[in-house]
Structures are given as C-alpha cells and as structure tokens.
C-alpha cells in the first residue's frame, strides 16, 4: 500500500510541476530558469519510475501482457516526447504550447486508463 501512495503522490507532484512549467512557459517567466526546477522533476520523476516498477512487479501486472498497462506505457512514451518538445528553446512557441497542451491530454489519458485498467480509458465507461 506504501508504494501504491509514494506513486499516486509522485504522479501529482510530476504532473503538477509539468502544469506549471508550461504555464511559465507561455508567459515567458524568467522562473523556468530556477536551479530547483531543473532538479526537482528530474528526481521525482525517477521516483515515480521506481515505484511503478516496484508495484508492476509485485502486482504481477506487465506491459504486452495487460493491455491497459500496455496503453500506459506506451502513452506515456508519447508524453515524454511532447514534454521533451515542449520545454525545447529551440522550438517555436507555437509548437511549444502545442506539445504542452497535447502532452496534457496524454497525461489525463493515461490517468483515465489507470483508473479504469482499459486501454480505452474513460471510454470504457460508456
């Protein structure tokens, strides 16, 4: 149960941080330039990794065998692509804001699809 929570809390600080990156970035805020902000998501992101290895594993649950965590894995590969774009200097700020808010809508997919262990996410649903 411990490491189900240090996941669920390092996916809000991840995705948090992600949030509000990407508002700074729109508004062109001298803050992205924070030693922390360089640091901070890079570790908590290795967190999350770990955790969601450890709970794999003790779940029995793994990607190409589950196709919800398939989805997953698979969803958030794309997110760490749009990310990557997003926080680029080297991009326009047109494709910026793009790959921010597209990785975005990646990250409440791949949200949808752990709550709902189907890789149709909050279509499984209806």
């Known amino acids: 149960m411990a490491l189900k929570i ?3 809390v390092t996916v809000l600080v991840s995705i948090s941080l992600f949030a509000v990156r990407g508002i700074w970035m729109v508004q062109g805020s001298g803050r992205l330039q924070q030693r922390w ?21 003790m779940l029995g649950q793994y990607p190409l065998v ?3 965590l398939t989805a997953k894995v698979v ?12 926080f680029r200097p080297n991009f326009p ?5 793009t790959a921010w808010c597209l ?17 149709t996410g909050v279509l499984a649903i209806w």
């Open 93 to 97: 700020q047109t494709v910026k804001v």
């Open 37 to 57: 902000l360089r640091i901070v998501p890079h570790v908590n992101d290795t967190v999350l990794l770990v955790s969601a290895v450890g709970l794999m594993i």
């Open 6 to 8: 240090i996941h669920q």
């Open 75 to 86: 969803a958030l590969i794309v997110y760490i692509m749009l990310g990557l774009i997003a």
């Open 103 to 119: 990785a975005m809508l990646v990250y409440f997919y791949i949200l949808s699809v752990a709550i709902t262990k189907s890789p």
């Open 66 to 68: 589950q196709s919800w």
